[in-house]
């Protein structure tokens, strides 16, 4: 039986088994990393192209390896994925891939875990786990989605503008990803409507350290309530840089307002406009993917899952990274570390059973 499991080999199970190994539990023997993916790269390896690492948000150094300053004009998948294969060889971490974990279930209660995969059962006393969100793209509902003649896509399938030259493209969304199509598409020759729920919240606050700690913040206040975490763009509003600036004033990045439904051609705002459209582009974010958790019982009655850090408070054997506060770079980086210091203490002390925690946490 091993003494850890860790799911997912983005930045936060990355730098979680760095740690793990740090404090001398031993590749193999004592832990292993789970990976889905057939390479290296993380959710990072699927982005589009044309992201490149100079467009993409920053991407904080992992543990003991900095990135150093890649050419900004690359693409960001191919710079990370780079990244985190020489990360992975030159701490020689246990990453076993591809790996697809089906679902975790509790041997009894307090006892130890089976992580259930398409390659076997690894039976294990913690679990970390840092899945992420892209596997678990978030296609809203509308009326008539299913009417609709043209093509639809979501951020998750997105590969380039090209592809939509000429066209009209509808954009659903309020986030960075839509804002960034939105400038893509109108550089390539299509053409655009922007529709957001709410108004665009740009904003000239710089994002900077200060600016990240009030975030993250705000996201702790949800995940430690047992809500459901929101979009990034709900904490952090749109930064009002120059190129978006730029494309406020050319009408690109201006919001037609809301949906309402979708018709055969097109579709039809809330205030009755409606638009034909050749393609409709779902920008509408991710949801974590934590559907494998599900037979721990680990949801609140509010649909999230109660943390304080990286501790589950339903079951102390779980441990999340890259969830709620923690789902940036810098966050997840940060995570893994206490991660991996919560899991070495567990271990020494012995793992409490859920009720054990749940009556310590609360008294």
Not at 205 to 223: L, Y
Not at 233 to 240: I, N, Q
């Amino acid at each position: 039986m091993l003494k850890v499991v860790v799911v997912g080999a983005g930045q936060a199970g990355l730098s979680a088994a760095h740690h793990l190994r740090r404090r001398g539990l031993a590749p193999e023997e004592d832990f292993v990393v789970l990976d889905a993916n057939p390479g290296p790269g993380g959710a990072w390896r699927h982005r589009w192209p044309s992201l490149t690492f100079g467009g993409a948000h920053g991407i904080h150094d992992l543990p003991g390896m900095p990135l150093g300053v890649p050419d900004p004009a690359e693409p960001a998948s191919a710079v990370v994925t780079r990244y985190y294969g020489e990360y992975e060889r030159r701490f020689e971490l246990p990453v076993h891939r591809p790996v697809a974990v089906r679902r975790v279930e509790s041997v009894s209660d307090g006892g130890p875990l089976d992580v259930v995969t398409d390659t076997g059962t690894w039976r294990t006393q913690l679990l970390i786990n840092g899945t992420g969100t892209w596997d678990r793209p978030h296609w809203p509902y509308y009326p008539g989605r299913e009417l609709f003649r043209g093509r639809q896509l979501h951020t998750h399938d997105f590969r380039s503008a090209q592809e939509f030259r000429g066209r009209h493209v509808v954009v659903v969304g309020g986030g960075t990803s839509a804002v960034q199509f939105l400038l893509q598409l109108d550089a390539v020759g299509a053409t655009t409507t922007w529709v957001t729920r709410r108004p665009p919240q740009f904003t000239p606050r710089p994002f900077d350290a200060e600016w990240g700690r009030d975030v993250e913040r705000r996201v702790d206040e949800r995940t430690r309530a047992g809500l459901p975490t929101q979009s990034v763009v709900s904490a952090t509003g749109l930064p009002l840089t120059p190129q978006y600036r730029a494309g406020i004033e050319a009408g690109v990045l201006v919001s037609a307002g809301p949906l309402r439904e979708l018709t055969t051609d097109g579709v039809r705002l809330a205030g009755g406009r409606e638009i034909r459209a050749d393609a409709i582009l779902w920008a509408t974010g991710f949801r974590p993917a934590l559907d494998h958790l599900a037979p721990l019982g680990l949801r609140e009655p509010g649909g999230g899952i109660r943390t304080d850090g990286v501790r589950v408070l339903a079951d102390p054997r779980v441990l999340l990274v890259g969830y709620g506060a923690s789902a940036s770079t810098l966050g997840a980086t940060r995570a893994g570390r206490a991660a991996a210091r919560e899991a070495v203490r567990l271990l020494g002390a012995g793992t409490p059973g859920p009720r054990e925690l749940v009556s310590t946490v609360l008294t």
